[in-house]
């Protein structure tokens, strides 16, 4: 007993000492000289690192500076983030290097070539290392480490730093994330008091909602490397393919009661397509870690948590791509200090580790640096090999939808994949495509293995654990027809001219100028964008409800879009100029109607038109509510559609008048801060004409206050009755969890909410376990499981029963209004392209849906 007092004691001093003010010597390497003449930190930000958090401006003040007077440092912007921040890279390495940095890109890049690579002699060639902090903006020991790590290198005098650089390129990027940075750092340094506060419910130490972990639209951006549907994500895989790094760093913090962790991670959860020479060097890697660690004194640990599964992550991303990524977890201060289990965490100490692992990183690969080149050079020719021996020879996906089939070639082909256009029509699952709505994706190329990462279903899995999600198949995510074509089957001359990002789909008017009527089809992805303009132009619109004919015999669906030319304000020549720019910017196709009489289908004066408002909307947003789902829907709307929305807190909803409003967004969340009687004034906003269109957890409280017919299945999370381990508790309950799975849906084509589709069967992603009964009333379930619903990823075997046959989608009438919901994230992390009609129908067409399809 008397020991462990002891430990605690010493412990608590420890971690007390950190509590003074730190200069650089608390950081830097003892015995090492420094050039007097590159600026340390404190002489540019006007503070010692530590002392305050770095904003984003002073952080890259000082790296312009460090640039600007260390011959081993250049620095580049390579991106803007969403609020014009720059994104920044600063290639630091010997001046001999750099003298020839041009030759040595191109070299390094050539291993990963195995048509070349062999030539290429290892032995006098750089490593690459790219070094990334803080890519949650609120986990800001990182980046106030990267001042530490570019002042050594580029000031740092000696044999084993001239080593270094003389065989080392570092890219080091002092901030992933450079919105989520200031807008933490904005938060913890102007509630810092003088007298450093240390209680875990102080202001300082909790962030008000969304906090600064997340990028601009709230978007988590550590789970955006393979989507990169933002621009951060975009330059940062230019940048990452551009050198082709052999080790990537990714420093990040968790909880406070924490320590200090690194891969490996659980080696349960390696994704297979993962080659084991990866994990050896990581393991190796580890050995460095833990000596610079104990030589500090610093608690760490690894291998029991965090995983290398979804290749969407920094750390997990490079595995992919023939290099090593390295997870860095530090426990978080979240301010300046903070009580932990270990006694006060201050600041400086999280930046110290940070610090003190980066080095030891470079001390790693700097030792095994033919190993991580030969790594490199051994994965593209073992992928290489294996394209040739597989037996399938390309993969072909296509829609009807133009701009998402463009949408996936663009993202396939920023990883460095070739991607072609169909030359030739081809059927995929029974549906005929013309050739411009096919791509092909050779398979005998370089990334092969990420292609079949990107392409893959997995239902079997050695751990029923994920740190993140267990798939993310993606033809499906963008709901495209695809299929593997075999050596029988494939011929070079199925391809056509190479994919070109820049060059987009678009749109004609087709037949003319009318003054009759014109009309579009609703299969394509920025319809609801050019539905939203012409409303916002005063354009009276109608959507159609049963299928029309041109009198060509084309035949319009329903959810087709109707103009009217004699109801409409402008000239005829305006309307056809207007609509003609929408089809070329857009990508869809408008037809000139030069006639309403329809005896095959509807005519077009047919009451089956309705009108279309233009949609008033808000979104709920603030505590309690998911920043990840709202931030979706944000973007979504800002981003895709260019539409209107407005985002409004819940205590000013609380207060405010909301019938200017048609349609209110309410994301998973909990809601309790919705106050009595703002509760009473939702309830009467629906019962007058209001649409709800909720989501995931949000239908569970609009249930409990009876805003909504909402049953849901009772589920059992135990597999067994039978008596098990304690140890046993944290896998057991874990497996019941769903992080992240795709299914199949059948949905109703017929029904407002599935305009614009034209196949029965819908796959979706499910991160949740709602699962919600079918209504009894037949005409309620326009989307329902299916009977064996699992297409990629992990489910328990309770789970999956609950879900077989449940409903995904339902609508509730009340009064005059009513609330849709889904039991599931229809626009997940962005890149889930092939939902997002859905929810827009709910927006556009929710008013019109008849009550009599209600539960």
């Known amino acids: 007993m008397k020991n462990i007092f002891t430990f605690i004691i010493a412990i608590s001093s420890f971690y007390f000492s950190y509590s003074q003010n730190t200069d650089l010597t608390y950081y830097l390497p003892e015995g090492t000289e420094y050039d007097p003449k590159i600026p ?114 580029a000031a740092a005098q000696g044999t084993e730093i001239e080593k270094t650089l003389n065989e080392t390129v570092i890219l080091l990027d002092p901030s992933f994330n450079p919105d989520g940075l200031q807008r933490f750092s904005g938060w913890v340094n102007s509630r810092k008091s003088h007298n450093i506060i240390t209680d875990p419910n102080n202001m300082e130490q909790n962030e008000m909602w969304p906090g600064g972990r997340t990028n601009h639209y709230w978007f988590d951006l550590n789970r955006d490397w393979l989507p990169a549907q933002h621009p951060e994500s975009r330059g940062r895989i230019a940048l990452f393919h551009e050198w082709k790094p052999n080790v990537l760093t990714d420093h990040h913090e968790m909880g406070t009661n924490s320590t200090f962790f690194f891969q490996p991670g659980i080696p349960s959860r390696n994704n297979p397509l993962t080659p084991a020479k990866t994990y050896e060097l990581t ?69 110290k580790n940070q610090f003190t692992t980066s080095l030891s990183t470079l001390r790693a690969v700097n030792d095994m640096r033919e190993d991580f080149l030969n790594h490199q050079r051994t994965f593209y020719k073992e992928a290489s090999a294996e394209a040739r021996k597989d037996q399938s020879k390309a993969y072909v996906f296509g829609s009807k939808d133009k701009f998402r089939n463009h949408h996936l070639a663009e993202l396939i082909s920023r990883h460095q994949i070739n991607i072609y256009h169909g030359s030739e029509p081809m059927s995929i699952n029974n549906i005929r495509y013309g050739a411009d709505e096919l791509y092909f994706i050779p398979l005998e190329q370089s990334q092969y293995r990420l292609i079949e990462a990107m392409f893959e279903t997995r239902i079997e899995f050695q751990d029923s654990l994920f740190y993140d999600i267990s798939t993310w198949t993606l033809p499906l995510a963008f709901n495209v027809d695809y299929k593997k074509i075999d050596s029988k089957a494939f011929d070079q001359k199925l391809l056509g001219r190479p994919f070109d990002s820049n060059k987009k789909p678009t749109g004609e008017v087709v037949g003319g100028k009318s003054a009759y009527a014109y009309a579009f089809e609703w299969y394509g992805y920025y319809t609801p964008k050019m539905l939203n303009d012409l409303l916002v132009n005063g354009y009276k619109v109608k959507v159609a409800n049963e299928p029309f004919h041109s009198p060509d015999g ?90 209107d929305i407005s985002l409004v807190p819940i205590d000013v909803f609380n207060r405010s008048d909301i019938n200017k409003y048609t349609t209110i967004i309410m994301v998973s969340g909990t809601y309790k801060e919705i106050n009595d009687t703002a509760r009473e004034k939702l309830k009467q906003w629906v019962q007058n004409g209001g649409t709800i269109v909720a989501s995931e957890t949000a239908l569970t409280y609009l249930n409990s206050i009876n805003l909504g017919k909402f049953d849901f299945v009772k589920t059992n999370d135990n597999d067994s009755n039978e008596p098990a381990k304690y140890a046993d508790i944290r896998q057991t309950r874990g497996a019941q969890e769903i992080g992240g799975a795709i299914f199949e849906t059948n949905v109703d084509i017929t029904h407002p909410l599935f305009y614009g589709y034209y196949k029965k069967e819908m796959p979706v992603f499910r991160g949740n376990k709602i699962f919600l009964e079918k209504s009894k009333n037949q005409f309620a379930n326009p989307m329902v499981y299916t009977d064996s619903p699992l297409l990629s990823g992990y489910i328990s075997l309770p789970n999956l029963n609950s879900l077989k046959g449940s409903s995904a989608a339902g609508i509730s009438n009340y009064g005059r209004g009513q609330v849709i919901g889904f039991t599931d994230n229809l626009n997940f992390r962005a890149f889930w392209y092939g939902t997002n009609k859905i929810f827009m129908n709910a927006i556009f067409f929710g008013p019109l849906i008849s009550n009599a399809s209600g539960r």
């Open 40 to 153: 340390a930190p404190e002489s540019v930000i006007g503070h010692e690192v530590g002392q305050w958090h770095i904003s984003h401006d002073r952080l890259t003040r000082y790296m312009y500076a460090l640039a600007e007077a260390s011959d081993r440092v250049e620095i580049r912007e390579y991106a803007q983030t969403h609020e014009a921040r720059p994104l920044l890279v600063l290639t630091i390495t010997s001046p001999e290097n750099h003298s020839r940095l041009d030759e040595i890109k191109s070299s390094h890049v050539r291993l990963t070539d195995p048509a070349v690579s062999d030539n290429l002699n290892i032995k006098n060639m750089p490593a690459v290392v790219y070094m990334g902090y803080s890519i949650h903006g609120n986990e800001s020991s990182g980046s106030n480490a990267a001042l530490l790590v570019a002042y050594h290198l």
């Open 283 to 351: 393991n190796r890697m580890g050995e460095y870690h833990a000596r610079a660690l104990d030589k500090i004194g610093s608690l760490y640990y690894t291998k029991e948590s965090f995983d290398d599964y979804y290749y969407g992550k920094g750390s997990t991303y490079p595995d992919i791509n023939g290099a090593v990524g390295i997870l860095f977890e530090q426990a978080s201060s979240r301010s300046h200090a903070q009580e932990s289990e270990h006694g006060i965490l201050y600041f400086p100490f999280t930046i």
């Open 554 to 643: 084309k035949k319009f669906e329903r959810g087709s879009i109707l103009i009217p030319v004699q109801i409409q304000n402008g000239s005829r020549d305006r309307i056809h100029a207007d609509l003609t720019m929408l089809a070329r910017e857009n990508g869809v196709d408008i037809y000139a109607l030069h006639t309403g009489l329809d005896y095959t289908g509807v005519s077009l004066g047919s009451p089956n038109f309705n009108n279309i408002k233009k949609p008033q909307v808000m979104m709920l947003v603030g505590e309690g509510v998911s920043p990840y789902d709202a931030g979706e829907v944000w973007h979504l709307f800002d981003q895709r559609y260019k539409m």
